[in-house]
């Protein structure tokens, strides 16, 4: 792919399938033939290209949009009617911004200067203004603040009327950016400068690919070199975005890790957000304007909807084309930073501190906590940076990632939990599940079952596949349980159950299986998958840059599946999400852990009620994390594994596997009406099992 050649170079016209004008998308470079025939095998994989991600949530929208997004690292683009003016409602707030911040650069302001609030001038839609009384004299950077971090109106119009009502649109055309335009001051038509234009857009005028301009403008400190704004202020300006509190839109539905620093807009049939995403896989800079929307709620409208969905595709689909770009080296942890790093950060601090010296865990790395550092530098005999590095990380030792403190793996794992007494008493099958089976573990044989042939979304059972996958290689390549995975973006950010695994970090494969099965966790999937599958490409007919490794891991899941004889299963992915063609039947998944439980480590690993691991970062720091299994049956003597599996699709699933008296049966039951039902169910179906003697079950 050619992700790296110029913007201009690359540029592709396609007619528009959401209906008129032009979609400028992606690179002229479509993937390969090798790259199409795995995804194919594999049924899955990240779209193809932004406008395969994008095209599917904005065609059935009702009402105008305009998109335009582009990756700042590498140039990718892509743009739908990215060249048409249209309203930008208060998103023309961030033009503003800039232009008070060039009235700094020239001197016709400083952002100190006193700007005194009267009566009269005073709008609606001025939720903080509101709170303040009539003479209230605060500094002109203040104004600018409440106008982009709560779109305060009142504020915003003390900042035009500072800088001059023509400074912004002025600016903006010596920026080449002509169509963005502020047509009047906030609910103040008759202030307009365009009166013709403030008919047909309102407040102010843009287009989708002028405002991803701007913002990239920013981002690259173009700005600054052009002396349109003081040297050293991109970091305020987007600052100052980063403080906007309306998350109603692109914010909302973001994956974990990126943060977004961006402005909205909202009238009534306009809903609009630009801004830059930033995290694994940027930075992004994106517009999306909206209008003619036919849903014109105030709050939880489609366009609103749309907007967020758009900002998960575009942040998903950069993590995963970009998760190699994630340095390789140790990262520094400085002011500015936020997250859960952090809060462990400050919790180990404390740990370590006087007590009067300790910080508050609030996820925030602001002075506080870098003079907290500095202060356990100084007692360490480091030099006072205030910055973590990995002497620091090292010095600190093992992070504190909960209170109480999580124990050491060595004290986790050789704790005994205790047993329950057995249950064997026999009965009829009771089940809310709609489909199960039971079959003897020693011979195969099916002992009852109810739709146990119908093909039906088998959820996070899939990891039963994803493990034995794992360890089939691992038969051939002992050393493969010792090699050690960096954590992908992708894995680190994929949702739904966890192992609570970070971008970065470091894990041998033999404790990533116990991730996998224990806590279910989805991340792990996508590690292992991603891992086992780039030695798979390797060894493959393709060149192993040509394929998605986890889409060529997939794909051996799918022949595995037909080796031990499954004919009507089908996996999509690693972790059991649901999926078109992702299923499987109960009496397949029996099969399944019959040939997997011949494997004496998944038997261990299944049959592990809690695992403690030790988890590196390539950051330089480490954690202790405790995995518990999900598989509430482990406490009861008798039963020893296998794999739980909830979505809303799939209802509460459980594949199990028990012991009476010698004879050791399999358990599946699929679409239980809840966690606790499917438990009722699999030890009802047990008794009944075990109460047919062997000698004359089916």
């Known amino acids: 792919m050619t992700c790296g050649a110029a913007r201009e170079e690359r540029w592709d016209h396609a007619v528009d399938r959401a209906g008129g004008g032009t979609s400028v998308v992606g690179w002229r470079g479509r993937p390969c033939s090798w790259w199409r025939w795995w995804r194919g095998a594999a049924g899955r994989g990240p779209a193809d290209s932004l406008e395969d991600a994008l095209l599917p949530l904005i065609t059935p929208h009702e009402g105008r949009v305009a998109v335009a997004v582009e990756h700042l690292a590498t140039g990718e683009w892509y743009g739908l009617r990215a060249d048409e003016p249209m309203p930008t409602a208060s998103l023309v707030k961030l033009p503003v911004m800039v232009a008070a911040y060039r009235a700094v ?89 365009d009166p013709d234009r403030s008919r047909l857009y309102g407040l102010g005028s843009g287009t989708a690919a002028e405002f991803v301009r701007l913002l990239a403008m920013l981002h690259g400190g173009e700005l600054e070199s052009r002396g349109i704004i003081p040297a050293g202020s991109s970091p305020a300006l987007v600052g100052h975005l980063l403080a906007c509190d309306d998350t109603r839109m692109v914010p909302r539905e973001l994956p974990t890790g990126w943060r977004c620093a961006h402005k909205t807009g909202a009238v009534s049939g306009s809903r609009t957000d630009a801004g830059l995403l930033l995290g694994p896989g940027g930075p992004v800079a994106y517009c999306i304007l909206t209008t003619d929307n036919k849903d014109r709620r105030v709050e939880g409208s489609a366009a609103e909807d749309l907007a967020a969905a758009c900002g998960r595709e575009i942040a998903g689909y950069f993590a995963a084309r970009h998760a190699e770009d994630r340095p390789t080296g140790p990262q520094p942890l400085a002011q500015g930073a936020t997250g859960v790093v952090v809060e462990e950060l400050q919790r180990t601090l404390n740990a370590r501190l006087p007590a009067g010296a300790r910080l508050g865990v609030d996820g925030d790395f602001g002075p506080a906590t870098a003079a907290g550092v500095r202060a356990f530098q100084k007692e360490a005999g480091l030099p006072e940076t205030g910055i973590v590095d990995t002497a620091t990380w090292q010095a600190l030792g093992t992070l504190l990632t909960a209170d109480p403190a999580v124990p050491a793996p060595e004290m986790v794992n050789a704790e005994r939990l205790p047993l329950a007494g057995a249950d064997g008493v026999a009965g009829p099958p009771r089940t809310t599940a709609p489909s199960w089976v039971i079959v003897d573990a020693a011979s195969g044989r099916r002992v009852a079952g109810r739709e146990a042939d119908t093909a039906r979304s088998p959820a ?136 997997a439980m011949a494997m004496p480590l998944f038997r261990e690993i299944v049959a592990t009620r809690q695992r403690g691991a030790t988890i590196a970062s390539t950051d330089g720091y480490r954690r202790h994390v405790v995995w518990n299994n999900t598989n509430r049956l482990l406490p009861i003597a008798g039963y020893s594994g296998v794999k739980t599996g909830t979505t809303a699709a799939a209802g509460c699933c459980l594949a199990a596997w028990g012991e009476h008296e010698g004879r050791e049966l399999v358990v599946v039951v699929l679409g239980a009406t809840s966690t606790d039902a499917r438990y009722v169910d699999a030890r009802n179906l047990f008794a009944h099992g075990w109460a047919l003697p062997a000698a004359v079950a089916p």
């Open 105 to 193: 650069r020239e001197g016709r302001v400083t952002l100190a200067d006193r700007v005194a609030l009267t009566a009269a001038d005073r709008v609606p839609g001025s939720r903080v203004v509101e709170l303040l009384s009539d003479g209230a004299d605060l500094p002109l950077v203040d104004w600018i603040r409440m106008m982009i971090a709560t779109s305060d109106n009142t504020a915003t119009n003390l900042v035009v009327e500072r800088i001059g009502r023509p400074a912004t649109t002025a600016l903006m055309h010596d920026l080449g950016l002509g169509e963005i335009r502020l047509n009047s001051l906030v609910y103040r038509r008759d202030t307009s400068l």
């Open 460 to 595: 996070s059972i899939t990891k039963v596949m994803t493990a034995l996958v794992v360890l089939r290689m691992a038969a051939t390549d002992p050393g493969l349980l010792d090699e050690v995975i960096t954590v992908s973006t992708r894995a680190g950010q994929e949702t739904g159950s966890s192992a609570t695994l970070r971008p970065g970090d470091r894990l041998s494969v033999r404790e990533m299986l116990y991730g996998l099965m224990l806590p279910s966790g989805n991340d792990a999937s996508v590690a292992l998958g991603e891992h086992c599958g780039a030695k798979l490409a390797a060894a493959g007919p393709a060149p192993a840059d040509a394929v998605d490794p986890l889409d060529v891991f997939i794909a051996r899941m799918n022949a595995t599946a037909a080796e031990v004889g499954l004919t009507r299963t089908g996996y999509r992915n690693t972790h059991g999400k649901t999926a078109p063609g992702h299923e499987t039947t109960a009496a397949e998944i029996a099969t399944l852990v019959r040939v």
